[in-house]
Every structure is written in C-alpha cells, then in structure tokens.
C-alpha cells in the first residue's frame, strides 16, 4: 500500500490552497479544497524535476484523492484570497533535524536554480496575462528577489534586495538563507513576530516556484 502524502489545507472565503508539509514549494490554489488537491497533484510532475534536481525521492501521487492525506486545516484571512500561502499551520512548529533542515534547504536551492534555468530560457518580453500584473521578465525577477529580502528578515537574515543580474548579491542572500535555515531546529521561531524555519522554506520555495511557473507558461506561444 502507498504511503500518503501529508499536505495541509488554508482555506480562505475565496480561494484554497493545498500545501505539501515535506517538499517546500509543492503547494498550490483554486476555489475549494478538492480543485487545490486536484491542483497540487496536476504540478506533481513539475515539481518532481525539482525534486530530482535536489536529488530529493519523491513519490509522486496518481490521483488526489488517493494519495494525499490532509493532516491539518488552517483558516486562511485576506492574504490568502489574494493568493499567498500566509497562515502558519501548527505542523511547522515541529522540530527538524541537521538532516532534515539541509533536505528542506537543497530543496530550496533547487527552486531558485529552476528559477535561473527559466529565466535564462524566457524572453525579456512575455505573453500579457491576467497573473502578476502581467510582469515581464526582468520584473518579475526583482518582484521575486524583493519578496526574497523581506522575507528573510524573518528568520534573522538582514541584507538589501539585490538587483536583477547582481549574481553576487543573489547568491550572498541565497548562501544567508541556506545557512541560517539549514541547521537543526527546535520548531520555534527566531523572534515572537519572526517565522518558524518550516514554514520560511515553503513560503520562499512557493514563491519562487510559483513566478518559475507563471515565467515557463507565459514565455511559451503554445501555453
């Protein structure tokens, strides 16, 4: 028998997100809970090359309602209709081993080196759409790398948004998060308004995988 996938489920009055709780970044959204699943498990092959690239096992699910198992219900508020994963479920106060916090991390890591393979595959133009404003490339970085800043002051990492193209810059933010999330963990988080390492790993995976997909979509004429 196939072992379920744990996800957690924040659902706000609009939208719904479904959310793996072991693979950062696997975590996607539509109008109620069975469409985010069914969601979540359409992106499993994307997601499995991220995966892959972490040379992280993944045991991609057939169908939803069979290989997914929700272990938690979150309510979500505004942000979360407005398309951001933001409630903190109570599974990421969970504590994580040296092991398992650099797995979380390598995860991460692959997100962003998707992020680099898309973009450096994508026009500076991309198709108009009704996602991200209809941000082209270069922009959708910065978004991207903004966001990255913020949330690093989250857990503790207080360094300047970089430019787009500034790969030193990038990669001292990236090697900051990596260091700061990848040791072993007691679940809490580092400052009462701070989040737990858990839950910064998905928040920053989601986010750069979400703009890598929207980037790989809106850059094809056959999406």
Do not use: N
Not at 92 to 110: F, G, H, I, K, S
Not at 119 to 141: C, F, I, Q, V, Y
Not at 189 to 215: F, N, Q, T
């Amino acid at each position: 028998m196939v072992k379920p996938i744990p996800v957690y489920v924040e659902a706000g009055d609009k939208k719904v997100f479904a959310c793996s709780i072991d693979f950062p970044g696997w975590c996607r959204s539509a109008k109620t809970e069975e469409l985010a699943l069914e969601a979540l498990a359409a992106y499993a092959p994307r997601y499995a090359e991220v995966a892959e690239r972490a040379r992280a096992a993944f045991p991609a699910p057939a169908k939803a309602g069979e290989r997914f198992e929700v272990v938690e219900r979150v309510k979500g508020k505004g942000a979360t209709d407005f398309g951001v994963p933001h409630e903190i479920p109570e599974a990421d106060a969970e504590p994580l081993t040296a092991r398992q916090a650099a797995r979380q991390v390598e995860l991460m890591r692959a997100a962003w080196a998707t992020l680099d393979r898309v973009a450096k595959a994508s026009p500076a133009e991309l198709r108009k759409g009704p996602r991200g404003g209809g941000r082209d490339r270069d922009k959708m970085l910065g978004h991207v790398l903004e966001a990255e800043a913020a949330y690093a002051r989250q857990v503790g990492v207080k360094l300047p948004p970089p430019e787009v193209g500034d790969r030193k810059a990038i990669k001292a933010l990236r090697d900051q998060l990596a260091e700061a999330l990848g040791r072993a963990s007691d679940g809490s988080r580092p400052s009462p308004k701070g989040w737990p390492p858990r839950y910064a790993i998905r928040r920053i995976a989601w986010h750069v995988l979400d703009h890598a997909w929207e980037m790989q979509d809106r850059a094809d004429p056959g999406a």
